[in-house]
């Protein structure tokens, strides 16, 4: 069964301290794996996509690593800030063309950064 | 370019009942999928519409169905409503059609809170 999990499910934080996120995958044949932010109440926003050949992806002070071959991701954010806390989520897609759910989504992170 | 809206963003209905929730898509997107989401279930994929026709569906009853427009809006309708159907329903467009590194991505929308009563 294609499955994604992360951890912790959540986390707290000082601001201006780093922290990663993992999130551990089954899901084949795999496409690509992104991780989102949602803040409370509003739809998830993309932070980075990354298929198999990529292992590193940045964008802004979020850097997201992938190891295709452990099927392991994580999610580093560097000097938090109030802003980033928010549930972050790690969605792995199936290659196009397979059958079935395209997209698994994992439980989420729940990030609070306290002042 | 305008982002996805949908609407209503909250809405309270009580067992029994039936509601229709629409979704508007990024312009030039052809994809629309649905999800719904829970504290204990997290988000779980209902069905994805492309060029109005479903293109893959998740594991929900048959109370759970959709449609897509020639102008790619959808509308997603649940019938004879359940206490365990309050959720956030999201919906997400995309070009529908992935480019060489795999990667079409969705843009999701707000959002729409229902509770069910």
């Known amino acids: 069964k294609n499955q994604v999990e992360q951890s912790p499910q959540s986390l707290i934080i000082l601001e201006g301290k780093n922290c990663t996120l993992q999130?551990?995958?089954?899901?084949?044949?795999?496409?690509?794996l992104r991780w989102y932010k949602q803040d409370t109440g509003r739809g998830p926003v993309s932070l980075t996509i990354m298929t198999f050949s990529e292992n590193t992806k940045s964008n802004g002070r979020y850097t997201a690593t992938l190891d295709a071959d452990t099927k392991q991701s994580s999610l580093h954010i560097t000097a938090s800030q109030l802003s980033d806390s928010a549930s972050y989520i790690c969605?792995?897609?199936?290659?196009?063309?397979?059958?079935?759910?395209?997209?698994?989504f994992g439980g989420g992170t729940r990030v609070l950064v306290k002042p | 370019k305008a982002g996805v809206t949908q609407t209503p963003r909250y809405l309270i209905k009580t067992r029994g009942q039936q509601v229709t929730l629409s979704c508007s898509p990024i312009s030039g997107h052809r994809s629309v999928s649905w999800y719904q989401q829970t504290p204990g279930q997290g988000l779980q994929f209902l069905f994805e519409y492309f060029s109005e026709t479903q293109r893959n569906k998740g594991n929900f009853p048959g109370r759970f169905s959709g449609r897509q427009f020639s102008n790619s809006r959808s509308e997603m309708n649940v019938s004879t409503l359940e206490l365990g159907d309050s959720a956030l329903y999201l919906c997400?467009?995309?070009?529908?059609?992935?480019?060489?590194?795999?990667?079409?991505?969705?843009?999701f929308g707000p959002g729409t809170r229902l509770t069910v009563l």
């Open positions: 969605v792995v897609s199936l290659l196009e063309g397979a059958a079935g759910n395209k997209l698994t």
């Open positions: 997400a467009s995309s070009t529908g059609t992935s480019g060489p590194r795999g990667n079409n991505e969705q843009f």
């Open positions: 999130c551990n995958y089954t899901v084949s044949p795999f496409s690509n």
